[in-house]
């Protein structure tokens, strides 16, 4: 079935860097990516939506010069968390719509903890 | 009111036995609708969609409510590895096109 590969599955950065995690379809072309974050005990919260060769489409409170994202190809969809913040901590989920139909399929995520 | 609620929970089921829970979602333009199961810090996976005459894969059958804007998932004959939390996700058009909304997850713990 179709696959969704997330890296890394787990990063620890410093206080003021910026990290990337990578979303990649790997049997698949999908021409829109989600990126999610969950925290603990919550449910997962949209932040944005990523379409393949154009502007990232953002949820309403969520910084886009913050959370940088680049939808370069129809398989690979990047965030980068910049200037990173201990309250930015938090599990980081992509997904990507199949190009033929609705389903959508998720990445592995990824735990961040800024320190 | 959220776009998309459940109840957190959780339901302690004893192994072997049925269970049922809803999920509301309040737009009415809402055109597809899932369940997707999430184990402890795990990414979600697709459970089942939920189509508008219902619909049953194995031990699991979901229901739309259309007019009440509910939809429902019952689990039977529950089995410990079904302890997991269990995501309603609805799909409506939006301004930037379609958009998943996510309920918060109604989670079942299965007990001996």
């Known amino acids: 079935g179709a696959v969704v590969s997330q890296h890394p599955s787990r990063v620890i950065c410093k206080s003021g860097t910026s990290v990337k995690i990578e979303c990649r379809s790997l049997?698949?072309?999908?021409?829109?990516m989600f990126w999610y974050r969950q925290f603990p005990k919550q449910s997962l919260m949209l932040m944005a939506t990523?379409?393949?060769?154009?502007?990232?489409?953002?949820e309403q409170g969520v910084e886009k010069d913050k959370f940088l994202i680049n939808h370069a190809s129809l398989t690979l969809s990047t965030l980068t968390v910049t200037s990173a913040h201990p309250e930015d901590s938090s599990f980081y989920i992509c997904?990507?719509?199949?190009?033929?139909?609705?389903?959508?399929?998720f990445g592995e995520g990824s735990w961040l903890t800024v320190v | 009111r959220k776009e998309v609620e459940q109840d957190p929970g959780p339901f302690n089921v004893p192994e072997g036995a049925t269970v049922a829970f809803n999920c509301t979602y309040s737009?009415?333009?809402?055109?597809?609708f899932f369940w997707y199961r999430q184990d402890c810090r795990k990414e979600p996976k697709l459970l089942m969609s939920?189509?508008?005459s219902g619909n049953e894969d194995g031990r699991f059958t979901a229901q739309l409510n259309r007019a009440s804007q509910y939809i429902s998932l019952l689990i039977r004959d529950s089995k410990l590895s079904d302890s997991a939390t269990y995501l309603c996700?609805?799909?409506?058009?939006?301004?930037?096109?379609?958009?998943?909304?996510f309920g918060g997850g109604t989670r079942v713990l299965v007990k001996p």
């Open positions: 997904s990507a719509r199949v190009l033929s139909g609705n389903t959508i399929y």
């Open positions: 049997d698949f072309q999908a021409t829109t």
């Open positions: 990523s379409n393949e060769g154009s502007k990232a489409t953002y």
């Open positions: 737009n009415s333009a809402s055109q597809s």
């Open positions: 939920v189509y508008s």
């Open positions: 996700v609805v799909n409506a058009m939006g301004a930037a096109g379609n958009k998943l909304t």
